[in-house]
């Protein structure tokens, strides 16, 4: 893994690695391509990540899970349905600084 100096920010993950891997909890940012084309099956993501480069997960053919810090939603999907819908129907239940925006915007960017 490549990190920066600090080690919160996660720059590049090794395309070869295989199976699971949980980012460490001093990483607040995972830059853009970040995971791009690599092999790993799982991550998971701790609350310290408030930010998602684009594109952070692209081609991962092997990803078949990715963990969210806790929420009231089983996926992303879930959320992002409820969102859309709050949006739609003039009910703007969510803050755009709100927890839920935050993995919403993780899940687009594990999509993307």
Request: net charge negative; glycine share 6%.
């Amino acid at each position: 893994m490549l990190f920066n100096k600090e080690k919160t920010v996660l720059i590049k993950f090794p395309g070869a690695f295989s199976g699971s891997y949980t980012v460490p909890d001093s990483v607040s940012e995972i830059k853009p391509d970040a995971f791009s084309n690599c092999h790993v099956s799982e991550v998971v993501i701790p609350d310290s990540v408030t930010s998602i480069g684009n594109n952070a997960f692209s081609f991962c053919e092997s990803l078949s899970s990715i963990t969210i810090p806790a929420s009231e939603y089983e996926n992303g999907w879930d959320l992002a349905t409820d969102l859309v819908a709050a949006h739609y129907e003039g009910e703007e239940v969510y803050p755009l600084e709100g927890e839920a925006v935050t993995i919403l915007l993780r899940t687009v960017a594990f999509i993307l």
